[in-house]
């Protein structure tokens, strides 16, 4: 007779012992988050200092900036390392890494999800070339954040005379899954989600590796319940089940059916409703960054200014002329964007994210539309430092490399610019104190010499100039209408860009405020 699995979320967290590793899924806003066990893994730590020096690993960004996610753990103590794809939404997580009382890790939030699936499979880790040649290749810093990690997590390895990263698989001692039902014997549904991610490989690795898999879900079902079809992970992997009745689809939205995908028909296939922001230079970036989309593309947006591309191409009625995908695993639908990046609304297919990057992985994607922090002469990227603090990549590392053409969309500089736009042209009333073009980026989060031997085709759009990278560097091609190219442009960069033999202006109209037609999908030839 089978043991009964389902336990109180105190009783779930005792489970978890002083120098566990343990692996947690989610992404913003509360997708996917095990909410309700991370807040008994807390609160046992603060009533009893235990359990302690924990190392915890996470491919995406988990929290709300507050009190919640990775928040949860961020206690002097209660964790030892951390490996994490993205950290900004845990700004106390943030400083314990700058002040050095953990030690701090980043990688690819790909790869994250593809290593705990080849530690569940038994593998010698996971060999890749996504890395190379950026801050997680050993050669530039491993993914080293702070003065307090020492360790190597990957090491560069030759097979057939080219170069590759072979991440180091280590053993997973807890999984803290997130799911919508679990039967009376254990097997686990995801049903009503949002997404997939990457549960299914952080329960497999802690089963494989002989530690603990507990399960947060929202209804417990009778046995025979679910549909075979409808289980994702199955009860013979599972040690613990904890019911939170009051879980939600996200911190502030209860179930929504449109953003687990469960719509069919005509229901699914009503036009959304797109808000229109007001126009800024934001709209202005993405009006040119739209231009680089092709009919029948396999693109990818990231957050930031890549988030009113998406909206762009929704508000032109053509989403159905491309083929939308983010690194969750979702394809189609309606992107949310700011804090439920990662959601979408009538999403057409759900995979998992390991399965997702494997595509993105093996060259299926096309073109990704991506932020930038900053870049340099070379055409390097920065977007996992900033300012001192840990940022992290999250699924950029994996995407950047392996889009056929990557365009990164950014404002040209920060704090204190203040622009003027809306009639047809661009003009800068305050230029800003941070430069975000300079002389060497502060970590190298995607690499141009990289691009170049890879053959990718690399933009780099602003509100006021459009930059390419070739063999001699970033070419300056472009520049906004009403911008003056030296004093607005050039006085304002760190280093010296190669300029076009013919520097184009950009189409007046991409900085009108009342026209959001023009620049529609072209066709290939």
């Given at each position: 007779?089978?043991?009964?699995?389902?336990?109180?979320?105190?009783?779930?967290?005792?489970?978890?012992?002083?120098?566990?590793?343990?692996?947690?899924?989610?992404?913003?806003?509360?997708?996917?988050?095990?909410?309700?066990?991370?807040?008994?893994?807390?609160?046992r730590f603060l009533a009893t200092r235990a359990p302690r020096h924990l190392t915890v690993v996470h491919a995406l960004g988990i929290g709300d900036k507050a009190t919640r996610?990775?928040?949860?753990?961020?206690?002097?103590?209660?964790?030892?390392?951390?490996?994490?794809?993205?950290?900004?939404?845990?700004?106390?997580?943030?400083?314990?890494?700058?002040?050095?009382?953990?030690?701090?890790?980043?990688?690819?939030?790909?790869?994250?999800?593809?290593?705990?699936?080849?530690?569940?499979?038994?593998?010698?880790?996971?060999?890749?070339?996504?890395?190379?040649?950026?801050?997680?290749?050993?050669?530039?810093?491993?993914?080293?954040?702070?003065?307090?990690?020492?360790?190597?997590?990957?090491?560069?390895?030759?097979?057939?005379?080219?170069?590759?990263?072979?991440?180091?698989?280590?053993?997973?001692?807890?999984?803290?899954?997130?799911?919508?039902?679990?039967?009376?014997?254990?097997?686990?549904?995801?049903?009503?989600?949002?997404?997939?991610?990457?549960?299914?490989?952080?329960?497999?690795?802690?089963?494989?590796?002989?530690?603990?898999?507990?399960?947060?879900?929202?209804?417990?079902?009778?046995?025979?319940?679910?549909?075979?079809?409808?289980?994702?992970?199955?009860?013979?992997?599972?040690?613990?089940?904890?019911?939170?009745?009051?879980?939600?689809?996200?911190?502030?939205?209860?179930?929504?059916?449109?953003?687990?995908?469960?719509?069919?028909?005509?229901?699914?296939?009503?036009?959304?409703?797109?808000?229109?922001?007001?126009?800024?230079?934001?709209?202005?970036?993405?009006?040119?960054?739209?231009?680089?989309?092709?009919?029948?593309?396999?693109?990818?947006?990231?957050?930031?200014?890549?988030?009113?591309?998406?909206?762009?191409?929704?508000?032109?009625?053509?989403?159905?002329?491309?083929?939308?995908?983010?690194?969750?695993?979702?394809?189609?639908?309606?992107?949310?964007?700011?804090?439920?990046?990662?959601?979408?609304?009538?999403?057409?297919?759900?995979l998992d994210a390991p399965t997702q990057f494997d595509f993105y992985g093996g060259g299926g994607l096309d073109i990704a539309f991506l932020g930038f922090g900053e870049f340099?002469?070379?055409?390097?990227?920065?977007?996992?430092?900033?300012?001192?603090?840990?940022?992290?990549?999250?699924?950029?590392?994996?995407?950047?490399?392996?889009?056929?053409?990557?365009v990164f969309c950014g404002t040209f500089a920060a704090k204190g610019v203040r622009l003027a736009t809306g009639d047809g042209q661009m003009r800068v009333v305050q230029h800003?104190?941070?430069?975000?073009?300079?002389?060497?980026?502060?970590?190298?989060?995607?690499?141009?010499?990289?691009?170049?031997?890879?053959?990718?085709?690399?933009?780099?759009?602003?509100?006021?100039?459009?930059?390419?990278?070739?063999?001699?560097?970033?070419?300056?091609?472009?520049?906004?209408?009403?911008?003056?190219?030296?004093?607005?442009?050039?006085?304002?960069?760190?280093?010296?860009?190669?300029?076009?033999?013919?520097?184009?202006?950009?189409?007046?109209?991409?900085?009108?405020?009342?026209?959001?037609?023009?620049?529609?999908?072209?066709?290939?030839?």
């Open positions: 007779m089978q043991k009964n699995k389902f336990v109180s979320a105190d009783a779930a967290a005792a489970l978890i012992r002083d120098g566990d590793t343990v692996a947690l899924m989610g992404g913003g806003g509360g997708l996917m988050e095990a909410t309700t066990l991370f807040q008994a893994v807390e609160r996610g990775m928040n949860c753990f961020a206690h002097a103590g209660l964790v030892k390392r951390v490996i994490g794809g993205h950290w900004v939404w845990s700004p106390r997580m943030q400083q314990l890494a700058l002040d050095n009382q953990i030690e701090a890790y980043i990688l690819p939030g790909g790869v994250s999800s593809q290593l705990f699936r080849a530690i569940g499979a038994g593998q010698p880790g996971l060999i890749t070339h996504v890395g190379l040649g950026t801050v997680c290749d050993p050669r530039h810093g491993g993914g080293r954040m702070n003065g307090a990690a020492q360790d190597d997590l990957a090491e560069v390895m030759t097979l057939d005379g080219r170069e590759y990263l072979r991440y180091k698989p280590y053993p997973v001692h807890i999984a803290l899954v997130r799911a919508s039902a679990a039967d009376e014997d254990g097997n686990i549904s995801f049903e009503h989600e949002a997404a997939n991610l990457d549960a299914q490989s952080i329960a497999l690795a802690a089963r494989n590796s002989g530690g603990r898999v507990i399960v947060q879900v929202r209804e417990r079902l009778p046995r025979g319940a679910l549909k075979a079809r409808e289980v994702r992970i199955p009860a013979a992997w599972v040690d613990a089940i904890v019911v939170d009745p009051d879980q939600r689809t996200s911190y502030d939205l209860p179930f929504d059916a449109t953003l687990s995908g469960e719509l069919t028909g005509a229901a699914r296939l009503a036009p959304e409703a797109v808000h229109d922001d007001p126009f800024n230079e934001r709209q202005a970036v993405a009006r040119r960054a739209a231009c680089e989309l092709v009919a029948g593309a396999v693109v990818n947006y990231g957050v930031g200014i890549p988030d009113a591309v998406a909206k762009l191409v929704v508000r032109r009625g053509e989403l159905d002329r491309i083929y939308q995908t983010i690194e969750h695993g979702t394809y189609g639908g309606s992107l949310l964007d700011g804090v439920l990046f990662g959601y979408a609304r009538n999403a057409s297919a759900m340099d002469a070379q055409g390097n990227v920065n977007v996992s430092r900033l300012g001192g603090l840990t940022v992290g990549p999250g699924g950029f590392i994996d995407i950047a490399q392996n889009a056929r053409k990557v800003g104190s941070v430069k975000k073009l300079v002389r060497q980026v502060e970590q190298v989060t995607f690499s141009g010499p990289q691009a170049l031997r890879r053959g990718q085709t690399a933009l780099y759009l602003t509100e006021r100039a459009s930059f390419r990278l070739t063999e001699g560097g970033v070419e300056l091609f472009e520049i906004a209408p009403g911008i003056d190219l030296q004093h607005d442009v050039l006085d304002q960069m760190d280093f010296v860009p190669r300029l076009a033999e013919t520097v184009r202006v950009m189409p007046a109209s991409h900085f009108q405020s009342e026209d959001d037609r023009l620049g529609a999908l072209s066709t290939p030839s």
